[in-house]
């Protein structure tokens, strides 16, 4: 904790200023001073410079402090302002964004057939959930951070591929729950023993995840998949959402299903 008038110096980054315009606003036009690479600072008065370098943070993204900060800072500059809306569902397609270069793209038919095997869960458990494909594109381009937290803040699930399209943003979806039954449910696809080629063995954001409360799931991808082409057994999605919508630590709905549609972010 540091007094509230110190400074922090960034470097400029337009990803940074419009992450930092979504947590906090007032910190950002306040706090944050903007240097560019190989900018010179020199600190005059009685004042001091503390520099944050590597060795000087944890090893592990995720452990065992450093999101308690953020899930902190979170919860005070955004209460939850959505808990009234419409919860979502979202499926994270990687197949059509322009912001993906590493493969792990679900094979397009097989892809449909997940959703519809999704869709048919919702409608057996009676989710209420409004189900979203969202791919992080908006008007043929990237979309902009706001729209993302705006969505990911709604999110009772998050279902699809390890990438940056969930692991950028998890953090948006709610830093605390009331009841475990309320932590947004996550499931996770990610290489295994008979598909390691498609990237590596086990690779997931498990190290970021696990100090965020989400109740987190995996599914491997089978022996079929390539680096970019990639596929998951139907029957093993199904346990899955059995497990997460069916089992003994799910929230159960008695309400009429409601009708569930398909919309791209």
Not at 35 to 44: G, L, M, N, Q
Not at 189 to 200: K, T
């Amino acid at each position: 904790v540091v007094p509230k008038t110190t400074k922090f110096l960034l470097v400029e980054a337009e990803i940074t200023r419009n992450v930092l315009s979504v947590v906090d606003r007032h910190f950002l036009e306040t706090r944050v001073v903007w240097i560019r690479s190989r900018d010179a600072v020199e600190v005059t008065g009685s004042g001091t410079l503390t520099v944050a370098v590597t060795r000087s943070l944890p090893a592990n993204n995720g452990c065992c402090r450093l999101f308690d900060f953020l899930r902190q800072w979170m919860a005070a500059t955004h209460p939850d302002t959505h808990r009234d809306e419409q919860r979502t569902i979202i499926y994270y397609s990687r197949s059509a964004s322009s912001d993906v270069f590493h493969g792990r793209i679900l094979d397009k038919e097989h892809e449909k057939d997940v959703l519809q095997h999704i869709r048919r869960k919702m409608k057996q458990y009676n989710r209420p959930e409004r189900l979203i494909e969202f791919t992080g594109q908006w008007e043929g381009g990237t979309m902009d951070v706001m729209n993302q937290f705006a969505i990911f803040r709604t999110a009772s699930a998050i279902i699809g591929p390890h990438g940056s399209g969930i692991g950028g943003n998890f953090v948006w979806t709610l830093p605390y729950a009331d009841k475990c039954e309320d932590r947004v449910q996550l499931l996770e696809f990610i290489p295994g023993p008979d598909s390691a080629i498609v990237q590596s063995l086990y690779a997931s954001y498990y190290v970021n995840w696990r100090k965020w409360p989400l109740d987190y799931n995996v599914l491997l991808y089978t022996k079929k998949s390539t680096h970019m082409n990639t596929f998951i057994d139907l029957d093993a999605l199904d346990s899955a959402l059995d497990y997460m919508w069916g089992g003994p630590f799910s929230k159960k709905f008695d309400i009429p299903s409601a009708s569930t549609t398909m919309s791209e972010a």
